[in-house]
């Protein structure tokens, strides 16, 4: 039987009783933060109560509704052949976030929860988004899963998509109730659906890295992996004791690095543009540009590992300074049988482009164009443009990666969080009349298996 409102919010309010407890009971060791913290627990308390006593009051109606409707003589009997008209209640995801926030409720009650909230995202949020929404809250394990899908629950209600659009627009004057869903030190985690870190952005060949990788998302400061070279078989003849064929395992883990980008403008641009529609998008655009570039030369060092700094097994070009027919097909062959399969190649257009000329028949086995909105094929592999890869052929320069781009892991650690500097300052520390945005996020990025990759280098 579903719980009356005044059972729900006498629940939030035993949370919060226990909250303020903790902190009241600590006395003159409580921290000025603390205290502050009680204040607004305390005030929230008040706030719920009035919201009780109301839901008691109207809960009282409807059961004095109810019971008059149980008496045959104020009962109107309906007329035979009247349509019935049912009325089916979906339920909000969004109730009850303080169960969510305290985590007091159980995993799969949340993981349900956040699924029903991807369902009923605005439009702005396409089949594709949803999806990998989807797969994140379904297939990250049953603790990244619930985390996932508690931060989606956070950031997804239509009350705190409007605190976020306010934030964006007014900031001084931004609802300070909405802060307490987030970690972000006054400012806003941005709504699950405009997240970059959950809805991937997909801009083309120039950036195909988020189509082709393994995708990992993290609730936590790090992603362990589990490699293993696999189970050696032998024969075995009768009666003879088997041999261990145990395998080796090893671990890879990968740290999400911190990256961030500021956009200022003058108080006047900001007020008068519709900045708050515009920032996500211009967000993600940033972020796209800067991740392609650490995803392919990455140095793994204060940014994630790219694909040309961790795939380490190269494969030389056979004339010195010189790029020729005959280098793609020795890369293709280098890499062992195991990744071929679902094997794709990466390059910068210039070098994409000498490789297209070199099928000089048109439309051989060697190149293949498959048309709009797929990828064309080099010896049956897809192959993808990175605008980073340099496009020169001068001795050292690695102008392909062919590989298994599933064994490429890039891991992003959930949330973009944006703040606002209300007054940004010149070099004489003066005012500027100007304002900004700090948006930070944390992604990273690895290679988990180095042979499955071959990378084409210019002797």
């Given at each position: 039987m579903?719980?009356?409102?005044?059972?729900?919010?006498s629940e939030e309010?035993?949370?919060?009783?226990?909250?303020?407890?903790?902190?009241?009971?600590?006395?003159?060791?409580?921290?000025?933060?603390?205290?502050?913290?009680a204040?607004?627990?305390?005030e929230?308390?008040?706030?719920?109560?009035?919201?009780?006593?109301?839901?008691?009051?109207?809960?009282?109606?409807?059961?004095?509704?109810m019971?008059?409707?149980?008496?045959?003589?104020?009962?109107?009997?309906?007329t035979?052949?009247?349509?019935?008209v049912?009325?089916?209640?979906?339920?909000?995801?969004?109730e009850?976030?303080?169960?969510?926030?305290?985590?007091?409720?159980?995993s799969?009650?949340v993981?349900s929860?956040a699924?029903?909230?991807?369902?009923?995202?605005?439009?702005?949020m396409d089949?594709?988004?949803?999806e990998?929404?989807?797969?994140l809250?379904?297939?990250?394990?049953?603790?990244?899963?619930?985390l996932?899908?508690?931060?989606?629950?956070?950031?997804?209600g239509?009350?705190y998509?409007?605190?976020?659009e306010n934030?964006?627009?007014?900031p001084?004057n931004a609802?300070?109730a909405?802060?307490?869903?987030?970690s972000?030190n006054?400012?806003y985690?941005v709504?699950f659906?405009?997240d970059?870190s959950?809805?991937?952005?997909?801009?083309?060949?120039?950036?195909?890295?988020r189509?082709?990788?393994?995708?990992k998302?993290?609730?936590t400061n790090?992603?362990n992996g589990?490699?293993?070279?696999?189970?050696?078989?032998?024969w075995?003849?009768?009666?003879?004791e088997?041999?261990d064929?145990?395998?080796?395992?090893?671990?890879?883990?990968?740290?999400?690095?911190k990256a961030?980008?500021?956009v200022?403008?003058?108080y006047?641009?900001?007020?008068?543009?519709d900045?708050a529609?515009q920032?996500?998008?211009?967000?993600a655009?940033?972020?796209?540009?800067?991740?392609?570039?650490?995803?392919?030369?990455?140095t793994?060092t204060?940014?994630?590992k790219?694909?040309?700094?961790?795939?380490?097994?190269?494969?030389?070009?056979?004339?010195?300074?010189?790029y020729?027919?005959?280098?793609?097909?020795?890369?293709?062959?280098?890499?062992p049988?195991?990744?071929?399969?679902k094997a794709s190649?990466?390059?910068?257009?210039?070098?994409?482009?000498?490789?297209?000329?070199?099928?000089?028949?048109?439309?051989?086995?060697?190149?293949?164009?498959?048309?709009?909105g797929?990828p064309?094929?080099?010896?049956g592999?897809?192959?993808?443009?990175?605008t980073?890869?340099v496009?020169?052929t001068?001795t050292?320069?690695?102008?392909l990666?062919?590989?298994d781009?599933?064994?490429?892991?890039?891991?992003?650690?959930?949330?973009?969080?944006?703040?606002?500097?209300?007054?940004?300052k010149?070099?004489a520390?003066?005012?500027?009349?100007?304002?900004g945005?700090?948006?930070?996020?944390?992604?990273?990025?690895?290679?988990?298996?180095?042979?499955?990759?071959?990378?084409?280098t210019?002797?």
């Amino acid at each position: 039987m579903a719980k009356k409102q005044s059972e729900i919010l006498s629940e939030e309010q035993e949370i919060l009783r226990a909250e303020i407890k903790l902190i009241t009971d600590k006395g003159a060791e409580a921290t000025d933060d603390e205290v502050t913290r009680a204040e607004e627990l305390t005030e929230e308390f008040k706030a719920k109560e009035v919201l009780r006593q109301k839901a008691l009051k109207r809960e009282a109606d409807v059961e004095e509704v109810m019971r008059a409707a149980l008496n045959p003589a104020r009962t109107e009997t309906t007329t035979p052949g009247a349509p019935t008209v049912i009325t089916r209640n979906q339920r909000d995801p969004y109730e009850n976030l303080m169960a969510v926030r305290s985590m007091t409720l159980t995993s799969g009650e949340v993981v349900s929860r956040a699924l029903d909230a991807i369902e009923q995202a605005p439009e702005h949020m396409d089949h594709d988004a949803r999806e990998q929404a989807t797969r994140l809250v379904q297939k990250s394990g049953k603790r990244q899963g619930a985390l996932i899908a508690r931060h989606i629950l956070l950031t997804g209600g239509d009350e705190y998509h409007a605190a976020f659009e306010n934030y964006l627009e007014n900031p001084e004057n931004a609802q300070r109730a909405a802060l307490s869903l987030t970690s972000a030190n006054g400012g806003y985690l941005v709504p699950f659906t405009l997240d970059p870190s959950i809805v991937l952005t997909n801009s083309g060949s120039a950036n195909p890295f988020r189509q082709i990788s393994a995708i990992k998302t993290t609730a936590t400061n790090t992603w362990n992996g589990v490699t293993s070279a696999g189970v050696n078989a032998g024969w075995l003849a009768e009666g003879t004791e088997d041999s261990d064929h145990t395998p080796t395992f090893g671990n890879i883990q990968i740290t999400p690095q911190k990256a961030s980008a500021w956009v200022f403008g003058s108080y006047e641009v900001l007020e008068d543009s519709d900045f708050a529609t515009q920032l996500p998008m211009l967000l993600a655009d940033a972020k796209d540009r800067l991740e392609e570039a650490a995803f392919t030369t990455g140095t793994g060092t204060g940014q994630p590992k790219g694909i040309i700094t961790a795939a380490t097994t190269t494969q030389a070009t056979a004339g010195v300074a010189t790029y020729a027919v005959g280098d793609v097909y020795n890369t293709q062959a280098a890499v062992p049988a195991r990744w071929r399969s679902k094997a794709s190649w990466l390059g910068n257009l210039t070098i994409i482009n000498k490789t297209r000329q070199f099928d000089t028949a048109g439309g051989s086995s060697f190149w293949a164009n498959l048309g709009a909105g797929m990828p064309e094929q080099l010896l049956g592999s897809s192959i993808y443009e990175s605008t980073t890869m340099v496009g020169t052929t001068t001795t050292g320069s690695k102008i392909l990666v062919y590989g298994d781009f599933s064994q490429f892991a890039i891991v992003d650690r959930i949330g973009m969080s944006v703040l606002y500097e209300p007054m940004v300052k010149g070099a004489a520390g003066r005012p500027t009349g100007q304002g900004g945005w700090f948006a930070f996020w944390r992604t990273g990025s690895d290679v988990l298996t180095a042979n499955a990759f071959r990378v084409l280098t210019v002797a």
